[in-house]
């Protein structure tokens, strides 16, 4: 089995640790502190020969990277995280269920509520739409 101290193609660690753009959509909305770049999950998978038929377990998940990862690439994984904002950013980026058409009409359902908060009595308008309340 090769090595896989060296940082990604021999690039400083901070320049390998940065997000790619396809990247950015899934991995970029919370950031975790302690958290790895999903490219280097992508290489160790590559570097261990994982494929169909094979189940990752990661017992710190932090915030899915790992399972994300694994899941796209149509492995099995399992994750465990204590850390319980940790483990609601990993259920989220793992949870691909979501309706498009629900996730739509609660976003109307918000913004029909901030506007009527926006019209309200005691609330006025600022530029670029912003509310505030009269003082």
């Known amino acids: 089995m090769p090595e896989i101290t060296e ?16 990247d950015r959509s899934i991995h970029d909305w919370y950031r975790f502190v302690l958290s790895f770049p999903p490219h280097l999950v992508r290489e160790y ?13 990661d017992p710190f998940c932090g915030t899915g990277t790992t399972v994300v990862e ?10 465990v995280e204590a850390n319980a904002l940790a483990h609601f950013a990993s259920s989220v980026k793992t949870d691909w269920s979501i309706d498009p058409d629900e996730l739509l009409a609660s976003a109307r359902g918000i ?9 309200a009595p005691g609330w006025r308008r600022r530029p670029g739409n912003r509310c505030a309340k009269k003082s």
Do not use: M, P, W
């Not at 994982?50 to 990752?56: D, E, K, P, V």
């Open 111 to 119: 913004a029909a509520a901030t506007l009527s908060i926006c019209f």
């Open 70 to 79: 694994a899941k796209r690439r149509g492995l099995t994984a399992i994750g």
């Open 7 to 22: 940082t990604a193609h021999g690039r400083a660690n901070s320049v390998a640790n940065r997000l790619g753009e396809d």
């Open 45 to 57: 998978f590559q570097r261990f020969g994982l494929g169909a038929g094979q189940t990752i377990l």
